[in-house]
């Protein structure tokens, strides 16, 4: 009877994360938001641009605090965003994006991301959108209006 009982427990524990875990996941569209607007074949031209990275679960990709520039665009994996306190802000999955408000500001990293799982990222730093700037203006300028209204959504809701 007693073993019943912590099963019970142990269930509605678990049903009780995923229900919090749930209600902080992102799901992705199958499209990036920052892509918004771009043909395949500028999506293609942007992603490329990048640097491809590998993170394995528990790995770190950004660090509240530190200073970066780089924007990471989810592949493959799960990642959890951490406010320096400890609390889960997001989970995000493929077709999100994380370190936006450093790449457009400038300003320190606000918040820990985790890899959850074996995760797959293109980072897009500085350089990479000085390239489209400079060899395909109006996919840069479609990326940065993304960009900063992604940045406006996230400021104005902190």
């Known amino acids: 009877p007693q073993h019943r009982n912590s099963v019970g427990v142990a269930e509605w524990l678990l049903k009780a994360l995923w229900g919090c875990l749930s209600a902080q996941w992102e799901p992705a569209s199958g499209a990036v938001v920052f892509l918004e607007g771009l043909s395949a074949e500028d999506s293609r031209i942007v992603l490329q641009t990048g640097t491809c990275a590998t993170y394995q679960a528990g790995e770190p990709l950004i660090q509240a605090n530190d200073f970066g520039q780089d924007l ?15 609390n889960t802000i997001a989970l995000l999955g493929p077709g999100r994006i994380v370190g936006e408000v450093a790449f457009i500001t400038g300003a320190r990293r606000t918040a820990d991301v985790i890899a959850l799982s074996p995760t797959q990222v293109v980072i897009l730093g500085r350089s990479a959108m000085e390239q489209l700037m400079q060899y395909h203006p109006p996919v840069a300028a479609k990326v940065l209006l993304n960009l900063s209204r992604l940045v406006a959504e996230r400021l104005g809701s902190s």
């Open 72 to 86: 990471y665009v989810i592949q493959t994996g799960l990642v959890e965003v951490r406010a320096p306190q400890g």
